[in-house]
Structures are given as C-alpha cells and as structure tokens.
C-alpha cells in the first residue's frame, strides 16, 4: 500500500467531539489523579474558598493564570476579558466588589501579556464592531502617554511598552474605586494596629511573555502617582 492511500489512526482533537465527550473523559482522567495524589483535596475545595489573590488579565488562550504563577485551585479569585481591562462594567466592579468588600483579598494582580491583539487593534484605524466600544479604553491610554510612545520608533518596542501602560492604566482605574479606597483605608488603621505590615488591597502590575513564559513586575511607584491626583480621585 502507497503512503498517499495507507490510512493511519490519529485520536481526534477535543473540539471534534460535538458532545465533548473527550472533555467529560479528560476530567475523569484529573479526578482520579488528584484523588490519588491527594485524597482529601475535594473535601478540602468544598469547604469554600479563601483566595489571597484577585487575579486580572485578558482573554488570551495562551494565559493560564494558575500555571504561570505556580498557584492551585482555590489560592486565585479570577476576572478575565479582552485586553484586561479595568473599567467601568459592572461585571468587573462586581467581581472587584466580592474579592475586596466580601473575601477580603490582600492583593490584585492586574496581568497584561506582549502580543496582547487588543493592544494591536487599538494602535490601528479601524472599525471592528461592538468590540471597538471596549479596546477605546486602551486608545485612551495611548492618548495619554502620547508622546513616550511617539519617541519609540520601533513598531514592536512600541507595542510592548502600550501592553506595559495599558495594566499601569487599569492599576490606577482600581485605586480610584470606593471599596477599594474604603478597605485601604481600614486596613492602614489595622496595620498601623500592628495586625499586618501594609495597607490593602495591595495592587500589582504584571506582564506575561508567551514567548518564554517569563512574568515581571512592572516598576511603578504607586504611592507618587496617586498623589498627583488624590484631590482629585479621593472619595473619603
């Protein structure tokens, strides 16, 4: 039998299966290692939850949040959307709300990744629909820091520095809500109390490379940056 005629057996992807029945067989498969790896671990999940971490970043299939910061199942309370945005949604400010108001998080993670499509599309003139309404927030970043980007005159440095901007954006977006400012406010008095060593939520700003699986800190001084605009944005 010739090689262009001889059939050969390949298993199918999981998006073949209109049922998912390979997704429902994965899952078993987890169950059944996680069990025997750690008998309790289900019993422990269905105790609740106790996250120390609100963990946002974008969309992207290649980010799994979990994984890329070593963390398991229940450590990490989770929002993700297109460009990882911060604004005003209710779906975010809802999730912002629970993780600080109700769960009490001591940190939020706002995770931006390089080859972000949205942070391209927003650097481009063009219409795409409903989903221009929401990468505007990024075209907004891009106005004010407008002339840091124009002086980096390689196209991709420029992208990447956008992606930078854009989670230091959203960073600020959530200093400047009210549980948040309300729970920093008595968590300084706790602190001050000696209950812990720092205000909270404490906010980071984090950038994930696909191309090497590297995460970095983005060095910001929070602290300098709200101060500029405080009489502004303080609502206590």
Sequence with gaps: MSSSTMHVNRPSPSYADPNLGNILLNNRKWVARVNANNP???????KGQEP????IGCSDARVDPGQLMGLDQGELFVHRNVGNLC????NFLAVLEYAVTHLKVPHIIVCGHYDCGAVRNSAKKQDIGLLENWIRNIRDTHRLHADELAAITDIESRQRRLVELNVIEQCLNIFKTSCVQKQRILSSKLAKEGDSGFA???IHALVFDPAD????KLEINFKEELNKYRHIYDLF
């Design 40 to 46: 309790e671990y289900f019993a422990k999940m269905a």
């Design 52 to 55: 120390k971490y609100l963990y």
């Design 87 to 90: 604004p005003n949604d209710l």
């Design 200 to 202: 909270t939520p404490r």
């Design 213 to 216: 699986g590297i995460l970095k």
